[in-house]
């Protein structure tokens, strides 16, 4: 035996006793205090280590970070008192700094952090969702959410020196509590409807990038990006056929980042649905240019927005009704001028969608501008040609839904521009109930808004809800195509292998593995599959 060997082994075991009696000592002490004891005696053994072995160092340090940092890692972590959730929770910054560099001595004990970390992420995250005040707030649940990302990317980012394993964590995390709350995935598309039409008014172009790539940190954390996807496109509908939009360029920066994220196909619908509003803009100008040329609309100003059915959400479709002659007979001259440059072409009118500007003459010194949807229009026309009407005959003459005919009756009655018989139940319509002009109309205003506009009081519905059905069947199609095209290509497989697979193919949501055999069982059934007589988890594919 060398004299290094037979001074070294006694040495080891002396510091080993030495720290571990150490540790314990402090370990009577809070978790801060502890780290900062340690940290000083790490310091401290390394410089003595350079002065009189330093040929022994590494062993000797090695010693010591397994009595004061592996050995005690867990209990401290997990000290409900002043451990990694204290520390997070009251963002004790230099604290967890501390402790972070005290644990990359071992890079084993990091786990440790993460769990800690990953605990306060979902408890936190849970505590949004079952505080009704937030809860039902589209925009502040998701403000909310934003916030508490950007909080502990910086956390993670800054003080974790973008650790890994830490980034996996929270981001595991964010996407668990949002997964377990249905309305996550809808309320951040809410957020984004929010920030596009009013949010980013006056933003420079640097603190938009910044809303769209903090908008894009959240959803990489979302599972259920199908909700999030059908949410969207039915209120990017709605912005662009309204024309609420705060800028065509952020519209198309947000969708370039989601396309990046999910696909192209995914997000290919949203973008032709924006040039159908860039094609329509063009047309309704040489349509208007046209009609002047003519004489066609005596004064009238009419912009027309033709989309592609198949692009846009079934949503804009629904409510249709009949127009009044009046109204028709502008659609007539639209669709001659249209049909003549697009031969062939088959136009369905959306008297739902839209806004007017009406002139609404009382007597000949009482002149009002009405703000009116295309719906009210149509109602009002009709009282060109008589005084009044019954809200029966209304609904036969428009075959309009009795529940949208009495939204759009009840703002125009609030406002004063028609008057119902019996106007003590002011949103409701009896069937016989005659409902009139209002000859005496007066208002200080000359511009009168009338559109119909959501009861501030009111709580905002779900996005998921009566939506839920269509969803599941939606995600049984996904994944019956992703099992055919793997089977496809492999021929035979083991279910392990098919879940795998799916749950790479698939990126609009996270397919269960319960339901991916349910829907293996199906395809058995409809003789796409079948299983071998021999082993019950191989499935073959049937040319």
């Not at 060997?5 to 809070?30: C, G, H, I, M, T």
């Not at 090695?62 to 004061?68: D, G, K, L």
């Not at 406002?415 to 069937?431: D, H, Q, R, T, Y």
Request: charged share 30%; proline share 3%.
């Amino acid at each position: 035996m060398c004299i290094r060997d037979s001074f070294e082994a006694p040495l080891l075991e002396d510091v080993r006793q030495y720290y571990k009696s150490k540790s314990n000592q402090w370990l009577s002490l809070s978790v801060p205090e502890y780290v900062n004891y340690a940290l000083d005696s790490l310091k401290d053994e390394e410089n003595r280590a350079d002065k009189y072995y330093r040929v022994s160092k590494h062993k000797i340090i090695e010693m010591q970070v397994a009595q004061i940092v592996t050995d005690p890692a867990q209990k401290l972590a997990y000290n409900e008192q002043t451990g990694i959730f204290d520390m997070v929770s009251k963002n004790k910054i230099e604290e967890l700094r501390n402790i972070f560099l005290l644990y990359s001595r071992n890079v084993e004990t990091i786990g440790f952090i993460a769990n800690q970390v990953s605990l306060y992420i979902n408890v936190k995250g849970k505590s949004f969702a079952n505080d009704p005040k937030i809860s039902k707030d589209p925009i502040q649940y998701a403000t909310k959410v934003l916030e508490f990302k950007r909080d502990m990317n910086k956390i993670v980012d800054e003080i974790f020196e973008a650790n890994m394993l830490l980034q996996k964590a929270k981001d595991q995390q964010f996407g668990d509590f949002m997964q377990q709350y249905e309305r996550s995935a809808g309320y951040l598309a809410v957020y984004c409807d929010m920030e596009l039409v009013k949010g980013m008014v006056g933003n420079k172009e640097k603190e938009v990038e910044e809303k769209i790539e903090a908008i894009m940190d959240l959803f990489k954390c979302i599972r259920a990006r199908d909700i999030f996807l059908k949410q969207y496109t039915k209120l990017l509908a709605k912005r662009l056929l309204q024309g609420k939009s705060v800028s065509e360029d952020c519209e198309r920066n947000l969708l370039a980042k989601l396309q990046m994220e999910i696909g192209v196909g995914e997000v290919g619908k949203l973008q032709k649905m924006m040039e159908d509003i860039n094609i329509s803009k063009d047309e309704s100008e040489q349509f208007k240019k046209y009609s002047q040329e003519n004489n066609l609309l005596k004064g009238l100003e009419v912009n027309v927005q033709v989309i592609t059915g198949a692009s846009w959400p079934n949503d804009v479709a629904q409510g249709r009704f009949k127009m009044p002659s009046d109204l028709q007979s502008i659609a007539t001259k639209f669709e001659q001028w249209y049909q003549r440059k697009y031969h062939g072409r088959h136009l369905q009118w959306l008297m739902n969608q839209g806004t007017s500007d009406l002139n609404f003459l009382v007597n000949e010194k009482s002149k009002y501008l009405l703000k009116v949807t295309n719906a009210q229009v149509c109602i009002l026309m009709l009282f060109n040609r008589f005084p009044d009407f019954t809200f029966e005959k209304l609904l036969s003459i428009l075959e309009m839904k009795q529940q949208d005919l009495v939204t759009q009756l009840v703002f125009l009655v609030k406002n004063g521009v028609l008057i119902k018989e019996n106007p003590e139940a002011k949103e409701s319509f009896e069937m016989i109930e005659s409902i009139s002009i209002n000859k005496e109309f007066k208002n200080v205003k000359k511009i009168v808004p009338c559109i119909p506009q959501k009861s501030k009081s009111a709580p905002e519905p779900s996005p998921v809800i009566g939506e839920i059905d269509e969803i599941q069947i939606q995600r049984a199609n996904v994944i019956d195509a992703a099992v055919v095209r793997i089977m496809k290509a492999r021929r035979k497989a083991m279910l392990n292998d098919i879940q795998a697979e799916c749950l790479k193919l698939i990126t609009l949501f996270k397919p269960q593995p319960l339901m991916i055999k349910q829907r293996i069982e199906t395809l058995i059934e409809r003789d796409f599959l079948k299983r071998n007589e021999n082993t019950k988890t191989l499935f073959e594919y049937i040319a």
